[in-house]
C-alpha cells in the first residue's frame, strides 16, 4: 500500500507557500498597470513667454486618444482642429493662436488594457499671441 502525506490544514504554510506568494503577486502586477502620461509640452504649471503651437502628449504605452479640450481658466472651450502627429505612445495636437491667460488641456484616453484614464495639464501664457 502507498501512502500520500495529506497536509495538516492547521500548521504554518511551508515554504512553498512562501515562495508562491511572491511570485503571484509579481505575476499580477503587469496586468493591473494603466497607461500614464509620461510628459507633456507645455508641461503642466507651466509659464510660457509665448503661446505654444501644439500640444504634446507621452504616454507610457500604446494609447488611444478619446478626448482633448482646451479650456481658459473661467469656462471658454477652445476648439481645436484634429490631431496632426500621431505615433505609438505620442499625439500632438495644433492649437489656434492663444491670447496671454491661463489655460487647462483635459486629456482622456483608453489604455492599452481597456481602461479609460484622464487627466489635465494646467498652464499659462505670459507673453505674446503665437502667429
Given at each position: 500500500m502507498v501512502r500520500i502525506p495529506i497536509p495538516n490544514m492547521h500548521e504554518a504554510?511551508?515554504?512553498?507557500g512562501l515562495i508562491l506568494l511572491p511570485l503571484t503577486a509579481i505575476a499580477a502586477a503587469p496586468?493591473?498597470?494603466?497607461?500614464e502620461l509620461r510628459g507633456s509640452v507645455p508641461a503642466a504649471g507651466a509659464v510660457l513667454d509665448r503661446a505654444p503651437e501644439s500640444i504634446e502628449l507621452q504616454f507610457s504605452e500604446r494609447v488611444q486618444l478619446t478626448a482633448l479640450r482646451l479650456r481658459r481658466v473661467g469656462?471658454?472651450?477652445?476648439?481645436?482642429?484634429?490631431?496632426?502627429?500621431r505615433e505609438a505612445t505620442r499625439e500632438v495636437i495644433a492649437l489656434p493662436p492663444l491670447e496671454p491667460g491661463e489655460y487647462r488641456a483635459e486629456w482622456r484616453i483608453i489604455s492599452a488594457d481597456g481602461h479609460p484614464v484622464g487627466g489635465v495639464i494646467p498652464f499659462r501664457v505670459a507673453g505674446p499671441r503665437a502667429p
Open positions: 504554510p511551508g515554504r512553498r496586468a493591473a498597470a494603466h497607461s469656462g471658454q472651450e477652445i476648439a481645436l482642429p484634429r490631431r496632426s502627429i
